[in-house]
């Protein structure tokens, strides 16, 4: 079994459209959650860290559910500028591991 | 100019050749990795160095070696490369104040005829 799963998607919204899409982990005992965001073909790059309460950062909200093992992420109001691929990250001792990714196309 | 530099960008190289990606980084971090990337899959580990005298094997360091020629310096050699080494590979760094953070370069994307 990965580690993380994620809905590769795609994720096909309309500018303006709110998108959600969650991932999965195996090991209770991670430790820290993120969102990393990944263009096409370039590196990944931090988007948000989640926590036990939920968090917000700007149109992204990120919440996460320890009991069930899973983690969210919410775009509210989608720009063009969002299309990416949303990688799902779990961090245990040292060692982070990445889900495969969800395809987020926002069209205009 | 970028914190994380990797050379080559893209290289094409034949079965049973000898390759090494270099990966340089001026953030001052102590921590570098180095990962693979495949379609379909998430990033994997391949090793990764918490100080110059430090390496360790990742999930998949089989066929691959490293060198940890200074704290900003951190290369990746495929002693025999083989097809299934085609792959898009990311170095990243983080530091040991804020290790939930990983920078990563550009990439390196290898292909292996």
């Known amino acids: 079994r990965k580690e993380v799963e994620q809905d590769p998607g795609p994720f096909n919204v309309p500018e303006g459209a709110t998108v959600a899409f969650n991932c999965t982990y195996s090991?209770?005992?991670?430790?820290?959650f993120f969102w990393y965001r990944q263009d096409c073909r370039k590196e990944p790059k931090l988007l948000m860290s989640?926590?036990?309460s939920g968090n917000e950062d700007g149109r992204f909200t990120a919440q996460l559910n320890r009991a069930s093992q899973y983690i969210s992420l919410l775009i509210r109001d989608s720009k063009l500028s969002d299309s990416a691929t949303y990688l799902c990250v779990v961090k245990n001792d040292y060692k982070l591991s990445f889900g495969a990714g969800t395809t987020v196309t926002v069209r205009a | 100019d970028a914190d994380v530099t990797q050379t080559p960008r893209n290289r094409i190289t034949k079965t049973g050749k000898r390759i090494m990606l270099e990966c340089s980084q001026t953030?001052?971090?102590?921590?570098m990795y180095w990962y693979r990337q495949d379609p379909g899959l998430g990033l994997r580990l391949i090793y990764y160095s918490f100080d110059v005298k430090d390496i360790n094997k990742g999930e998949i360091s089989d066929g691959y070696s490293v060198s940890r020629q200074a704290q900003a310096k951190f290369s990746l050699s495929l002693e025999s490369a083989i097809p299934n080494q085609t792959a898009l590979y990311f170095c990243?760094?983080?530091?040991?104040?804020?290790?939930?953070?990983?920078?990563f370069g550009p990439g390196t994307r290898l292909t292996v005829l």
């Open positions: 989640v926590y036990s």
């Open positions: 090991n209770s005992a991670s430790q820290s």
């Open positions: 990243a760094t983080s530091d040991l104040s804020s290790t939930d953070t990983q920078y």
């Open positions: 953030k001052g971090h102590d921590r």
